[in-house]
């Protein structure tokens, strides 16, 4: 039996050589695009995990409200401070769409609300009959005072009011700071008087290791290109089988005493070395080309023997898949383009083009019944949330099932045809 396996794989492999420029294609197609999307969604990867987004920020106080603004807005992890523009200039830029936004801090902003501060507290303590200034209670700024927000025109609305209400938070906090010192000040007493929320918000996550949740842009194109390079060998296995079929190998082979599920079993064994070879190509270029090129380096430590697994299991489904294709073809011009087609839009929908977390909810729901999203999952679980065999199991087994189900089905309809 293992000489007739050994002698299947050695016909699959001079099937293979006939058609180098095929082979070619499948190893170098992948590789071209991987490094081509890779740089084209870096920018759009960044954005997803935080990078900053620069905003003109213009200080026209220069005292204690527009300097904790100011700090504030720096601590953050959400903005970057342009502070080189001036009203008019930062106004018309954001309106061109150069900036996102520009936020303009009015003058004596912190003088004018000290004011008001002063003058009502003390209307408060003299209402008490307490003694008071008489002459800050009547000190009140007859206007208020507007921080100036420019949108770029494009601005989701979402994010405006976010922006607004975040400085509006920050305003309010600085006020109620000064409102309980004032106090303190009128009322003499050395009590700190601090206010407090009483409530806060608590972010509870589950354990899942050091890595992020979100993957970068190389953590998701290289097993996501991968797994496209793997299921498009389906076009050069569905020909080959079509070939078989139209030159006579194939009734040879059901003649003789081999039997036919050593034939798929070579196929299978000849393919499964092409997908693992073509995703340690991947990998190789996320360590060692992706750096040179600016671009995160792809960590595989301690996740190796992992990853293969899935590439295994993914390269089954592929070929099952390939196998039901050549098997249910009866050209060349039916398998070749239908094989293509059929892979781009499992790879669509499965979330190897646009990350299935950028999709709408309705196709979300369909991309859990493609096998690459299956695949692409049990990659996520291992690189970002560490994982282990029996975490991705299920998909593990999706796959698995996928190839069965595919090879069935192919005899089936193999055996059917035959008989008539």
């Known amino acids: 039996m293992l000489y007739k396996l050994w002698r299947s794989f050695i016909k699959e492999i001079q099937l293979l050589k006939r058609d180098s420029g095929g082979i070619v294609i499948i190893f170098l197609m992948p590789l071209l695009l991987i490094i081509t999307i890779t740089l084209i969604q870096d920018s759009t990867f960044k954005n997803l995990e935080g990078s900053k987004i620069p905003i003109i920020f213009i200080d026209n106080d220069r005292s204690e409200i527009s300097k904790s603004i100011k700090s504030e807005l720096e601590s953050s992890k959400t903005f970057e401070l342009i502070t080189d523009f001036k009203e008019d200039a930062a106004k018309k830029t954001v309106f061109t769409g150069d900036y996102q936004m520009a936020i303009v801090i009015p003058e004596n902003l912190t003088k004018d609300l000290n004011s008001n501060i002063d003058s ?24 208020a005072k507007d921080i100036h927000l420019y949108f770029d025109p494009a601005t989701n609305s979402g994010f405006k009011s976010s922006v607004m209400n975040a400085i509006n938070k920050m305003v309010f906090q600085i006020e109620n700071k000064k409102i309980y010192k004032a106090f303190q000040d009128q009322l003499g007493t050395t009590e700190e008087l601090e206010s407090k929320s009483l409530i806060s918000f608590k972010e509870i996550t589950p354990n899942l290791g050091k890595t992020e949740q979100m993957p970068n842009s190389v953590q998701h ?14 076009v050069p296995l569905s020909i080959n089988l079509v070939k078989e079929k139209s030159q006579g190998t194939s009734v040879r082979v059901r003649v003789s005493p081999t039997p036919y599920y050593i034939h798929i079993l070579g196929k299978t064994f000849t393919y499964l070395i092409i ?12 360590i060692w080309l992706f750096p040179y090129m600016d671009l995160p380096q792809f960590d595989v430590t301690g996740k190796m023997f992992h990853l293969l697994i899935v590439t295994l299991f993914a390269g089954l489904a592929a070929i099952g898949f390939g196998i039901l294709l050549g098997t249910v073809a009866n050209t060349q011009e039916q398998s070749a383009p239908f094989g293509a087609t059929s892979v781009v839009v499992l790879a669509a929908i499965g979330g190897i083009w646009v990350p299935v977390f950028l999709m709408p909810e309705f196709m979300q729901t369909i991309a859990k019944f493609s096998p690459m999203n299956w695949g692409l999952n049990a990659y996520y679980d291992i690189i970002l949330r560490n994982s282990g065999l029996g975490e991705i199991a299920q998909e593990l087994i999706f796959l698995l099932l996928f190839y069965f189900a595919m090879v069935t089905i192919s005899l089936i309809y193999d055996r059917k045809q035959n008989a008539v």
């Open 275 to 286: 997908c693992i070879i073509q995703f340690l190509l991947m990998v190789a270029v996320g």
């Open 120 to 143: 009502k507290v003390q209307a408060v303590v003299s209402s008490f009959g307490l003694e008071t200034d008489s002459a800050l209670i009547k000190t009140v700024p007859t206007k």
């Open 221 to 234: 194109n290289v097993p996501a290109w991968a797994l496209f390079a793997i299921f498009f060998i389906v």
